[in-house]
Structure formats: C-alpha cells, structure tokens
C-alpha cells in the first residue's frame, strides 16, 4: 500500500487570533434581545474589552477597525456611546453577581484618548460594568506617538497591569517601508516613559518579513528590543491585506516565484528570532507570543493565570469589539476602507438603543469544538485532551479524523506528548498560520469566501 504524499501548505494563510473570524459574521435574523442572549451564561469569569478606533495615522499592513483622528468632538460623543452601551449590557447580565477575570483596552489606540478620557474609560469600565481594575489584569494597548507621562501615569494609577507597544522594526528604513511612520528616537523615549511608569509587564510588538529586511537587521531589532528587558515580546509576520495601504500599493496578485520567496522569508526570520528569543531566557507561548519565565505571578488577577478563553464568555464595548457567548459571537459591522469606519463610527456615536446584537455568527457543537481545538492547540503548552473530552464526550481525533490524519503526515503534532496531551511539533508551531484555517468548518470558510471586502 502507497503512502500518501501530502504537498505541504504555504505557511502564512491567516492569522487565527479569534474563530469564527468576523467576516464570517452576517446580520442576525431574529434579532434577540441581549437579555435574552446572555440569559443563562456562566458570568464568574468574563473577559470585558473596550475598542478605542482611533489612530494618528493607519499603518501600511494594518487591517484593524480604525481610523485616523477623531474631529470635533468625536471622542466625547464615541465615549458616551460606550457608556449608553455599558449601562445596556449590564443592565442585560441581570442582577447575578460578575466577576471579571481580565480587562484588556484595545483599537485603534486607546492611548489615543486624553488622560482624562482614560480616566473616563476605566470608570465606565468599574462603575458601569463593576469591573474592579486594580484586582484583576488590566492591558492596554499604546503607540510610541500617544505613550505619554500623562496618559500612562492614569492607566499605572487606576491598575494597569500590562502596556503592549507596537513597533514593528527598530530600523528606519524598514519602518518606512512598513508605512509605519515613526522615529526611532521617538520610540525609546516612549519606551523609557513606559518603564518609568512601573507598569508590571511590557510588551513589544515586532514584525518579520518587511521588505529588504535580512537577519541581520532583524537581531538589530530583536537586540533593541531586549534592551529593555520586556516582559512579553510578539513577533509577527507580515500580512499584505485588502484595503490596507500595502494593499493598494501592491500588485493584484504576486507571481508564485515571489509568494515562495517571501515565504521562505518569512519562515527563516521565524526561526532566527525563536531562536535567538529562547536562547535570551524566554519562553515560547505561541507561534508569536513569547515571554520571560513567571511573568505576571503575584500580580492582581494571577488567580486567573489560566483564564480560558475556549469556555469562558467576553463582554466587548465599543463598535470594533466581539462579545462572545457559549451559543453566539456577535459585533457591529467590520470595515478596512475609511470611509465605510468613519460611517460605522458615526451610526455607533448616534445609536440610542443597545439592547440587540447587530451581527454575529451561531456557535452549534461543531463551531464550539473547533473553537476549543484552535484555540488549545495553537499554544505551545499544548491541550490538555481530558478536558476537551469531558466538554465535548470524544477526543479531538474521532471529531475531525481526517485533518488530524493530514497534522500527522506532515510532521505537525509532537509524537512524544503524552496520552492526555495534544501538542505541536516545533514545525506545527511554525505553520500555525496554515494549520489553524484547516479547522475552520466548511459554513465558516463558505461565508468568509462570500465576504466583500469593505
């Protein structure tokens, strides 16, 4: 009998931070009520996340929900809608005591905001929500431009427990090629207020596979970075997406011999900087997360060190933000182009009633199995099998036989993890962009491919 011969995938398909992604998500029919939604939802480990879709300027790979400045009043009219929304999701939670295991402000750039505006946030975020943000983490995104004294002796004051920066590359000259417009300058001094700050973890943000960056310059950055000791470093790769800027400078579609270059690119500066960020004492999370050893034990919240984000549920606030239940994801609508995020901003600012979901995705058995597989097995640990057979009654196996079949083949799962553990291979870790999509139901995939991008 012939053994199969699998072509191995390309390695960078898509970046699965979220399953269903949200162009799966279509407007919801019957238009049930929120009350109705989380009616029944366990609420003693929820994760709240407030979406701040403003920027100073729109990257050349980002994708994100977010536009550039915020005229007028726009800031004040967006942080009353998010309160209107806050007293509307609370109210639909009932008068069951919650707890919130994390808090995490995202974009955009929530830095974006005046001190005061964040001084606003966090208390919509206590006061409206009840979260308490001095008791359990608190991340905050920033950019180099917005981390100023002010701003970041507010978010230390008020709990902050981890800053995440975006710089992408120390060297100019990749920067620019990015359509990151920063100086460098400029980042080590926001880096330097960061650490001033006392802020417990420091994360940064780097990317691989800019355009004429080598290994070379690609340590000159993972050096620059490790100079200040950061607790969190993310690596990742780079993505050239519909609508971005890199997007409209780019040709329609690139010949295969340039797709498998930059792939071989991408993959070889992958391994340099594990490498060179394990050999520096820290620790693999993900394909891109990686983090110095004990980081966050003994901070507020590190009860919820394994807070698992397959079971539990998500309040999201905010017109870019995804609320998740064990039965429904749900959002506003998702755009890139910036005349289509400045119209869902300015609906958001003008909605008076958010007691209804907009849109959404269903999550049946099948979804929330593979929401569970995607979101264990991309992680270095692993997943631990007994726990997904006493949620789902079988091992990940006799679900999805077939691409277990294919992982196996291709050399993706750790021979040596044990029997009540599902690992990947160091090369499965590195194709995480490839395996992830290949668990993607045949509904998800169909309404993703229908999605017109926006």
């Keep these: 009998m012939t053994a199969t011969v699998r072509t191995r995938p390309r390695p960078y398909q898509n970046y699965v931070y979220g399953y269903p992604h949200k162009t799966a998500y279509r407007p919801l029919p019957d238009r049930r009520s929120l009350r109705e939604v989380w009616a029944g939802e366990p609420v003693d480990a929820l994760s709240l996340y407030a979406h701040i879709p403003f920027c100073e300027f729109r990257c050349g790979f980002c994708n994100l929900f977010t536009r550039i400045g915020a005229p007028g009043e726009l800031t004040t009219r967006y942080l009353d809608a998010l309160d209107r929304q806050a007293v509307a999701v609370r109210a639909a939670l009932g008068d069951r005591p919650i707890r919130f295991a994390a808090t995490a402000f995202g974009g955009g750039t929530p830095t974006y905001l005046s001190a005061a505006e964040l001084e606003r946030l966090c208390d919509i975020a206590e006061r409206r929500m009840g979260a308490d943000l001095r008791a359990t983490p608190l991340s905050v995104e920033t950019s180099p431009g917005t981390a100023t004294a002010d701003r970041l002796a507010v978010l230390a004051e008020r709990g902050a427990t981890r800053i995440s920066i975006g710089v992408q590359s120390f060297v100019p000259a990749e920067a620019r090629s990015a359509v990151r417009p920063q100086d460098r300058a400029e980042v080590d001094a926001a880096l330097g207020r960061i650490r001033a700050a006392e802020i417990p973890i420091l994360n940064i943000d780097l990317i691989y596979g800019i355009e004429g960056q080598t290994e070379r310059s690609w340590r000159y950055s993972l050096d620059a970075a490790l100079a200040w000791q950061p607790e969190e470093l993310y690596l990742y790769p780079l993505y050239v997406r519909p609508l971005t800027g890199l997007g409209r400078s780019s040709s329609p579609r690139p010949a295969a011999e340039a797709e498998t270059a930059w792939d071989a690119q991408r993959m ?126 079988a091992y990940p196996r006799e679900h999805f036989p077939a691409e277990f079949a294919e992982f196996e083949d291709l050399g993706w799962l750790d021979p040596d993890s044990g029997p009540e553990l599902l690992r990947l291979s160091p090369a499965g870790l590195s194709y995480s962009d490839a395996l992830g999509p290949r668990l993607f139901s045949p509904a998800v995939r169909a309404a993703m491919a229908a999605y017109e991008p926006r």
């Design 268 to 393: 070889r500066l992958y391994a340099f900087g594990r490498d060179h960020l394990l050999a520096a004492g820290y620790e693999q999370v993900s394909m891109r997360m990686f983090r110095r050893p004990h980081t966050g034990h003994g901070l507020p919240g590190s009860e919820f060190a394994d807070y698992a984000c397959q079971t539990d549920g998500m309040v999201g606030l905010g017109c870019g933000a995804r609320s998740y239940t064990a039965g429904l994801h749900y959002s506003f609508d998702y755009a890139v182009d910036m005349r289509e995020v400045r119209g869902i901003i300015d609906t958001y600012t003008r909605t008076a009633d958010f007691t209804h979901p907009h849109v959404g995705h269903r999550i049946d058995g099948d979804e929330a199995r593979r929401r569970h597989l995607l979101q264990s097995l991309l992680r270095a640990e692993g997943m631990d099998l007994t726990a997904y057979r006493d949620r789902f009654g």
